[in-house]
Each structure stands twice: as C-alpha cells, then as structure tokens.
DNA sequence: GTCAAATAAAATATCGATATTTTATTCTGT
DNA sequence: ACAGAATAAAATATCGATATTTTATTTGAC
C-alpha cells in the first residue's frame, strides 16, 4: 500500500521526527541553508532540484518556498520561480538602522517592565555566553556553533521582558537576516573585535536598569556588525581610494550565480 | 486533452488577466476577504472549502494561505490546518504603538530626504483626499472605498522619500494590520473624528518641512484609530464602569465561530 | 449514567503526473 | 554572418487522487 500518494517510510533526508510536518522540515532545513550561505543570494531555486534534495514532492517543497518568502529570505516573480533574496551593503547598512531602531526600542521596554526572572535569564544566558566566548577567543572551533545559539539566546534574553509581541516578530526578523549577513563576513576577513567586553556593557546596563546607556550600548553593538562587514569588503583602509568605498556599497554579494 | 492536471479554460472565480499566476489570485482575494471581515478573526480556514471557492486544487489553494501567514494575516499550527490571525484590543494597541515608531521614523526619514517630486506627489494625494473627504462627509456611501484606496496613497505618498527599504517593508505589513481593526470598527459604533482635519494637519507639516511636527500629529492621527476602536467597543464613557473597559480589553473579536 | 476505548467521518498533508510558460537552440531568409 | 521566426528543452504552475492525522461518534465495560 505505497503506490501513489501519501508519506513512504523509506529514508527522508528531513526527518520528520516527532510531530513535524514534511513542509516544515523542507522550510527550517533551507532557511539553514541560505542563512549559512549553502545557497548564496542570488541564486535561483528550482524546484526540481530541491524536491529530490530533500525527499519530497514539488507542490510540498513549493509550499516550505513559499514559507521563506515570508521571511524575506527568498523572492518570487510572477511565472519565474524562486530565488534566495539578493543581499548587499546597502541593504545590509539599511537594515542595521532599522534593528538599532526597533531593537533599542525593544530593550527599552524591557527593562521597563522587567521583574526578577528576566533579569535571572540574563544572568544565566550571559554566564554561558561569556563561557563559550573563551573557547572561541582560544579559537576552537567547534564554540562558533554554540556561539551563535547562545548569542541568540542572549539578544532574546535581554528584550524577553518587551511586552510588544510586535516588537519581538519583527525583531526576530531582522535579527535573523542580519545574521545571514554575518556569516557572510565571516566567510571574509575579519576584524579584531572584543565581543564579551559589548556584551558585558550591555549586560551590565541592562542589569542597572539603565535604559538610555543599555541602549547606547546595545546600538554600538549592532553597529559594530555593520563596521565588521564594511572593513571585511574594503580592506583598504586608508582614504585615498574612496572609489573602491563607493563601489563596494553598490556591490551585490550575489557572486558568479547565474542570474 | 483536458484530463488530468493543468488548467482548463472554463470559468474561473478569480481571473487571471495578464500574466497573474493562480496562486497570486487566490492569495490576493483571499487577504481582501480577510481584510474586509468576510473571514473574521480566529475563524478556520479549511482548504477543501476555500478551493471549491476560488476554483483552484488543493496545494495550490495550500501555497495562497502559506502567503499570508508571511503576513501575519493567517495562522498555522501543526497538522490542524489554518486559521484567520486572531485579533484583540490588547493587538490593535500594541500594533499602534509599534506603527507609531515606524512610520514616524519613516515620515522623518522622507522629510530629510524628500525632494521637489516628493512634495508634488504629497499635494496631488492630498488633493484627491480631500476630495473624497468632501463626498464622505456628506454621507456618500459609494466614497467608502475611494476613501480607502486614497487614505493608503497619501499616506505612502508621505513617506515615500524615506530611503530605507525595511522600513517600507515593515511598515507595510502593519499597516495592513491595522487596516483590518479600521474595518472592524467601522462595522461597529463609529466615533465623531474630523479626519480632514488631521490629514491636513500632517500634509501642512510636512510640506514646511518640520520633522518634529508632522511626527507629531501623524502619531496622534495613528492613536486616534485606536481611540476610536476602543471607543466603538467601550461605549459606555462613564467612569464607573471600570470594569467593562478591562473587559473590553481582554475581548478577543473573534466572536462565535468554532474555536 | 459516565468515562474511555474502538470506530467512523472529516480534514490535512503529501504525492506523482500533466499542462503551461519560459528559456535555450536550431533553422532560414536576406 | 545575423536578426528573427520556428522548434526543442527545461522549468514552473497546477491538478486530482491518496495516505495520514485529527476530530467526532459510537460502543462497551464498570
């Protein structure tokens, strides 16, 4: 009884463990993939392809597409397919000063209406954020998974207390295309940055309750991913060739890709 | 050779004129039906029904609700299908709040940036306005919908000179949302507001160039849509019954339908 | 009578096949 | 040679049917 329609139990490349939905496999596996740059902007999507990637069927995978589009991470055109969302510098200083606008709001908020066990949840998250943040300043790598996670868990930790479910939707947005952007400059050069010692800023503020510093801290900090990518474009440090500026601004990332 | 899949040219609910797949068809009248309370808040959504609807199959009709849920206006859960996003008072006010720090944030950006076409392009849609304002106040139904479409061009209009991408993206989405809460209202006690008035007093300020101002009073045109559903939901304006009002607030609109 | 297990009905999620478009390739006349 | 029409190949959008789950209903023991 396994002829025509319906789920195999052969081997699935998404497994569907426990409760999980085969469109929302397909969708949560690629959103890895374009934010860990397995499908570099640009890049067209077809279906055909993805559908045998992952083990299902084109109207499902279609359907985990349509999901990404949601979240700004894919485009479509009328009858011309999907495609990951382009990325440049300037989208990327774009987006920046919308989450310092929308993030720093947010903080604000929450250490406004912050009680004891969100502060507690700081505390914890911090703790292990700074833990793993000396296995990465020894440069194992295997702390830059776990890194990423707790630095999550941190940003979300701090704006837990923001009432304004809007505030966090949309800030889960944002947070999740900028870090897309940052590991693009990863895969780059990178520049010398002391991340406990922003962290431990804002921690400390956010402990005191001190709004505006808290804030001041948290934007610099965001700022900062924006520098981090602009240096790892232009190496080029010196004023001279302010041409080579301008035109990284206006370079897409979308490298070689077909278009 | 009309027997299995692809499209037949029989009728169709939705018409596809000029290149428009099924999909954006479906989705589009669906999020208008949304919109406009044909769906109320909270109600389920069955593909089976909605495909007999726009004449369309199944997984195509799956991939026009998967569309919205990207805009918040639909909700999934698991394996149990669909639903229309829920809608309470204690949403509308969080969604005021948030609309009101972007779109301020937007309308300073356009007055910063906003050249001599931006300004042409504010004077022509506030002309329109207020010319379906007149027609309004003189209780002309058929100015309802030409109200609508206007009220939405003007206010892009004012911002339309603010650069930054995300925040037209953002501040689309919300002000989708709270698009859906005017109508709600309107189906219900509506309350005496000079909307000309207000309008004018943001195209004014906006024109002059005066940030700070046209801030002003665009955030407390936003506030005033709050007050009025709140208004419409609380009619009673004493100060004794308390109560009702927290009521009110915790009221979510979805009325009988299934739960 | 009531609660829970067993069964039936409804609804959801998924599939594989096909029609329609778009893109690439081959002609063909100048 | 080369632009443009004609054809072939690839890719997209769509369908109708089926397996899997969830929800409703019946049944049966205590």
């Known amino acids: ?67 990404l ?60 954020l700074s833990k793993v943040e000396e296995r990465l300043a020894q440069n194992q790598k295997s702390a830059i998974s776990d890194y990423e996670e707790r630095n999550r868990d941190f940003h979300n930790a701090l704006i837990a207390a923001c009432p304004s479910r809007w505030l966090h939707y949309i800030a889960g947005i944002l947070f999740q295309q900028s870090e897309r952007y940052r590991r693009l400059a990863l895969s780059r050069r990178t520049i010398a940055r002391d991340l406990h010692a922003e962290h431990k800023a804002i921690f400390d503020a956010a402990i005191a309750r001190d709004a505006d510093l808290a804030c001041k801290y948290a934007a610099e900090h965001i700022e900062r991913t924006l520098t981090a990518l602009q240096f790892a474009l232009e190496p080029d440090g010196t004023k001279k060739d302010r041409q080579a500026g301008k035109r990284a601004k206006e370079k897409e990332f979308t490298p070689k890709e077909e278009a």
Chains 1, 2 share one sequence.
């Open 69 to 128: 589009l949601g979240e700004a991470l894919v485009t479509t055109e009328g009858q011309r397919g999907f495609r990951v969302a382009p990325a440049s510098l300037e989208d990327f200083e774009d987006l920046t000063r919308v989450r310092v606008l929308v993030e720093t709001e947010a903080l604000r908020q929450a250490i406004a209406h912050g009680d004891e066990a969100w502060e507690s949840r700081i505390v914890a998250s911090f703790y292990r």
């Open 1 to 67: 009884m396994d002829t025509a329609g319906g789920r195999s139990d052969e081997e699935t490349e998404v497994p569907r463990k426990s409760g999980k939905t085969l469109v929302e496999g397909a969708y949560e596996t690629l959103r890895q993939e374009i934010l860990d740059g397995t499908f570099e902007p640009g890049t067209k999507l077809r279906t055909e392809e993805l559908r045998a990637r992952y083990n299902i069927s084109g109207s499902t995978m279609r359907e985990a597409l349509t999901r």
